[in-house]
């Protein structure tokens, strides 16, 4: 193939906006084909936290992963796309001895991933009390996923078609109509409502963030819940509704709003006094899908509450893997421009 190569990218939330992003920066023409709906990216602070969970997995991809994005951000923002953001760290409190320990085992050996123990007296953010320790994560941080998305969606360079596709193969999609959208690779990032949209049982899970007139905590703290900054103020978050095996809109019950404000406040006094100026919802999906289906289509999706923190870093190595096959050559480390 001597033309550029032509690839077609369903869904444009951070996971098809970064594969669009990677495979325009290595000379393909994209077309982005997104319905722009409930796209859980819209989240408006998002936190790059390593460190999982009340497990404190820590995924094997996760230092790479947070590196890619940092460095996609600073690209973004040099080249003059606003990300609000902030670098200051996450702050993970734990409640006991034994989930220190617990944490403390799944930490990667060596200084690859920078972390230091605190105790609650000496941590950077006011404590509420009863934390018995503090995981202390330099490199982490929150953005505002909206922006973020947006950034890498206009700097792909991407012919985006405001549409829902109805069907797609390995080089056709069909949009909502019957209009057919012909490509050289398909790759298909619909997220949790697309596989919803598409009748697919999956891991859905739901969650609420609850947007503050300040920030209740300088830097990302979380444990169960998250307090962040964001763009303006700040937030309170988690995605905690229970799993259900179909995609639904979210909603925030009565009971999960309570639920939210007590982790809230157990989480930090700051808080106290801050006033709610609205709510976001939003649906993640769990399962991870990266590469190519039986059908030919490429796939990724189940990004589950990692979308920011591995989402670019997945996405480069799969718009390398399309392309390398598009062009019939072998994936060529380095063959993709690295941040
Ligand atoms: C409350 C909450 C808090 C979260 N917090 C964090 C966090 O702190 N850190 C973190 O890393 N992650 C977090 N996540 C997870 C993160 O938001 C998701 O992993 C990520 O946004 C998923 O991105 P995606 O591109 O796969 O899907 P989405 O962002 O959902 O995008 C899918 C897009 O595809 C479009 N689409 C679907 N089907 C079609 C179709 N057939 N045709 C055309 N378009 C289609 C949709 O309309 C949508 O625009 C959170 C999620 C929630 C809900």
């Not at 890619?68 to 953001?85: M, Y």
């Not at 390398?324 to 060529?332: D, E, F, I, K, S």
């Amino acid at each position: 193939m001597s033309a550029a190569p032509h690839v077609a990218v369903i869904g444009g939330g951070v996971a098809g906006a970064s594969v669009a992003y990677a495979l325009g920066r290595a000379g393909a023409h994209v077309t982005l084909v997104d319905a722009g709906q409930h796209a859980a990216s819209r989240v408006p602070s998002a936190l790059l936290n390593p460190v999982r969970g009340q497990s404190g997995k820590v995924d094997p991809q996760a230092v790479a992963g947070l590196r890619r994005t940092w460095a996609w951000v600073g690209a973004l923002r040099a080249a003059g796309h606003t990300v609000p953001c902030g670098r200051g760290g996450v702050l993970r409190p734990v409640p006991d001895g034994r989930t220190r320990e617990k944490f403390a085992r799944n930490l990667p050996p060596g200084a690859e991933l920078p972390h230091t123990w605190l105790a609650p007296a000496d941590s950077p953010v006011p404590l509420a009390p009863g934390w018995a320790h503090a995981l202390w994560l330099p490199e982490g941080g929150w953005l505002d996923g909206a922006a973020f998305t947006a950034a890498l969606r206009r700097a792909s360079g991407a012919r985006v078609v405001r549409a829902r596709a109805t069907d797609w193969s390995a080089r056709q999609v069909t949009l909502e109509g019957g209009a057919p959208l012909e490509a050289d690779a398909v790759v298909w990032c619909g997220g949790a409502v697309g596989s919803g949209w598409a009748g697919e049982e999956g891991t859905y899970r739901a969650g609420s963030l609850l947007l503050l007139d300040r920030a209740s905590s300088p830097v990302a703290l979380s444990f169960g819940a998250y307090a962040a900054p964001a763009a303006s103020g700040g937030v309170l978050g988690a995605t905690f509704e229970a799993p259900t095996p179909a995609w639904a809109p979210p909603r925030l019950p009565l009971g999960s709003l309570g639920w939210l404000l007590d982790r809230g406040l157990a989480l930090t006094p700051g808080l106290r006094g801050a006033q709610v100026t609205g709510r976001w919802s939003g649906t993640r999906l769990s399962e991870l899908r990266c590469g190519r289906g039986e059908d030919g289509v490429w796939r990724l999706a189940g990004l589950g509450s990692k979308g920011f923190l591995l989402g670019p870093l997945l996405a480069q190595g799969l718009a390398g893997e399309v392309l390398a096959h598009v062009t019939h050559r072998p994936p060529a480390p380095g063959a993709l421009p690295v941040a």
